[in-house]
Every structure is written in C-alpha cells, then in structure tokens.
C-alpha cells in the first residue's frame, strides 16, 4: 500500500507540473510572449526611446551607449558584440553618429540586420574641423523629422522582420506621431515669445542646427560636434568674439559635456549660462529629460525662459 500511495503522489505531482507549465506558456494572457518578442539592440538611448514607443510590448529593447554618455565618443565593450550578435535586429541613427558600430558588425557578421532610422533625410553637413563636410547626425533634435522619418522607418524596420506586428506598429506609431506633432505646434507657439533679436541658441557642442533651423534660432557653439577638438584656445576665442558683436545675453551647455568651457565663455563675455540643455541622450529615469518628448520640453521651456526677456 505504501509503495501505491508513492505512486500515486508521484504521477500526480508530475500531472500538475505538466499542467502549471501548459498554462504558463498557453493560457492566461493576451500579451505576446517575452521569448517570442523581437529582441532589438538600439545603439543609444535616443534611438531607445523611440523603438519603444513603436514596438511596445512586442519587442525586448537594450541601449548599447549607457544613458547619458556620449554616442559619438562611445568604446563598444566586449559584451556589446554578444548583445549584437543575439539580437533579431539592430536599429541606429546613422548620419555618421555610430561610426563604432562598423566594427561591432565586422565581429558579429555581416549579415546582421542593421536599420538607419535616418533614412531620407536630407542632412546638414558640418562646416569645420576634422569631421568637416561629414553630415550632421542631430536630426532628431528637430521634432518634424522624427515625426516624419525616424518612426515610419523604425514601423518598417520592426514590420519587415515581425509582419504579424505590422498594425500592432503601425498604431502605436500613430498615436506616437500624434504626440510628437502636437510638441512641434507647441515649440512654435513657444519660441514665438522670444524677439526675434534675441533667437540666438549659444552651446557647447553644435549638436542644434537642424533645431534651429527649423524654429528660427541663429546658432554658436564651441566646438561643432563631439568626438573631436573641444574647448580649444581659439574656439573659445571665436564664440567670445561672436558673443560680443551680437550682444547675446545668455549662454547653454549640456547634460552629457564639460561644462567647462562654456565657463570660460561666460567669464569673457559676461553673459550668463541660463540652462543646461538635452543633445545627445535622455536622462535617468525620474529626470526631466528621461523620455524625448520631455527632454524636448525640457530645453524649449529653458531656451524660451532665458531668450524671451528683451
């Protein structure tokens, strides 16, 4: 009888767990599956929040440049190229902003699936120093080209790979777009508020233009981009001089650069730095700038409210 009961217990034991795992892999849920999910590898946190607001719950998304560091300047480090090598897809800016990248893929094998958001785009290019005539990567600083580039091609990218996601996309897409057309009416009505005299945005890194040209701001910087020359003697020289003749009353620097040399600027000059501004990532979570609409927000209320006094 001891041994039956044994038995017993034991069949109904392994009936039960056959039973938990049915139902834990089956039943219970509308959600698609974490191991079914796209397993995506954005290359900076930018990018990152975007894929996200597209692929919600159909996708696994990591950052390979930590949030707040600079994508320019960024060292892949060796776990990078096993996150790459496992990912279904690997989605970036472009415009020259991951030159690293290249050769996490020569690693992995060229077959991998690679997307530039940045498709279609016609760039800036920049004007000066070591990288001049190279195009200017910041294109997402301007909100109508997120709206009517990066998220249609991460929708494609992401449909192409995961075609039973196409509408599951293409809706969030669509709502997302939304929101990031309503931010561009708004920056309008915002930036209005600034005379006209006194629409000149000063940073440290040129990461702007594509901002400023689409609002109507003149632009100075220290040094155009990151990940080459910055705060040399004669960049500081040049924007002091420039500072002066256009009588600018306020002064810029960023989250992710040394703020530094703006200081040196702000000595020469007078003129104060007002704010610091999101470029090249958002902020840490429970930050003012920890998704791209707020960090969008974020610099125009900070630009407006320093610029808008006459």
């Given amino acids: 009888m001891k041994l039956d009961a044994r038995i017993v217990l034991v069949v109904g034991l392994v009936v039960l767990l056959i039973a938990f795992v049915f139902l834990f892999a089956f039943g219970g849920s509308n959600e698609v599956r974490n191991d079914e999910n796209l397993n995506v590898v954005a290359t900076y946190s930018i990018i990152y929040d975007f894929v996200k607001n597209v692929g919600g719950d159909r996708v696994e998304i990591t950052t390979l440049v930590p949030i707040g560091d600079e994508p320019e300047e960024y060292e892949p480090l060796p776990e990078d190229m096993i996150r790459v090598a496992e990912a279904d897809i690997v989605i970036s800016n472009g415009l020259g902003m991951e030159n690293w990248l290249s050769r996490i893929i020569e690693n992995v094998g060229p077959d991998k699936v690679v997307v530039e958001v940045t498709d279609g785009i016609i760039p800036f290019y920049l004007g000066e120093g070591i990288l001049k005539g190279d195009p200017d990567p910041h294109a997402w600083l301007d909100p109508k080209l997120v709206r009517d580039y990066y998220i249609p091609n991460i929708v494609e990218a992401l449909s192409d790979i995961d075609p039973e996601g196409a509408q599951y996309y293409q809706e969030n897409a669509n709502a997302y777009i939304e929101e990031v057309d309503n931010l561009h009416q708004w920056i309008k009505a915002e930036v209005a508020k600034i005379p006209e005299a006194n629409r000149v945005l000063i940073s440290s890194e040129g990461a702007y233009r594509y901002f400023c040209e689409s609002y109507g701001f003149e632009e100075g910087f220290i040094w155009q981009i990151n990940a080459h ?66 960090l969008m927000t974020h610099n125009v209320k900070t630009i407006v409210n320093a610029l808008k006094e006459r």
């Fill in 229 to 294: 020359e910055e705060g040399s003697p004669g960049q500081i020289a040049r924007l002091v001089d420039s500072i002066r003749d256009k009588g600018v009353k306020a002064l810029f620097t960023e989250t992710s650069v040394d703020r530094r040399p703006m200081e040196m600027v702000s000595e020469e000059t007078g003129a104060p730095i007002k704010g610091v501004l999101y470029s090249d990532s958002i902020g840490e979570k429970g930050s003012k700038g920890e998704t791209y609409l707020k």
